[in-house]
């Protein structure tokens, strides 16, 4: 059982750390997904801005220069959309990894639990051995005595 006990108390640090990484690895996405919201919303609030520049007048370099701008952005959109995408793939296999080690742990408890129930029943059974022989003395001193007692 100490082993088992040993084994447990690793499971459920290994379990600690996945519960951490997981948590990491939720806020990781969170930031990055609201990385991506903020520059996708600038990317809107930056056309709205040029666009109603451009219907007054627009020189072409300025136009070049917009849509130069505009394609980083995109560039940058599309970066930060598989930035997202990975981060999402590792809170992924951080739950994953979550569900294997409290499986573990579960399993190593339950494993406790049966030995547990196994030793109890050995002691039960030997104690109704040793009750059944301590009546069984006790029936046959009895026998013996009554034996002894009467005349012959």
Wanted: hydrophobic share 40%.
């Amino acid at each position: 059982m100490h082993a088992l006990d040993t084994l447990l108390e690793r499971a459920l640090a290994d379990r600690d750390l996945a519960v951490l990484a997981l948590s990491r690895a939720e806020e990781l996405v969170q930031r990055q997904h609201a990385q991506r919201t903020e520059l996708a919303t600038y990317r809107i609030e930056y056309h709205q801005r040029w666009a109603g520049q451009f219907s007054r007048q627009g020189a072409i370099e300025i136009v070049h220069c917009y849509q130069s701008f505009m394609l980083r952005l995109d560039e940058a959109l599309a970066q930060q959309q598989r930035q997202v995408d990975a981060a999402t793939g590792n809170a992924q296999r951080a739950r994953q990894t979550l569900l294997a080690r409290e499986t573990r742990a579960a399993s190593i408890r339950k494993l406790m639990e049966r030995r547990l129930a196994e030793q109890r029943l050995v002691s039960d059974r030997r104690e109704q051995r040793q009750t059944d022989e301590r009546a069984q003395q006790a029936s046959w001193r009895a026998a013996h005595a009554a034996a002894a007692s009467t005349p012959l």
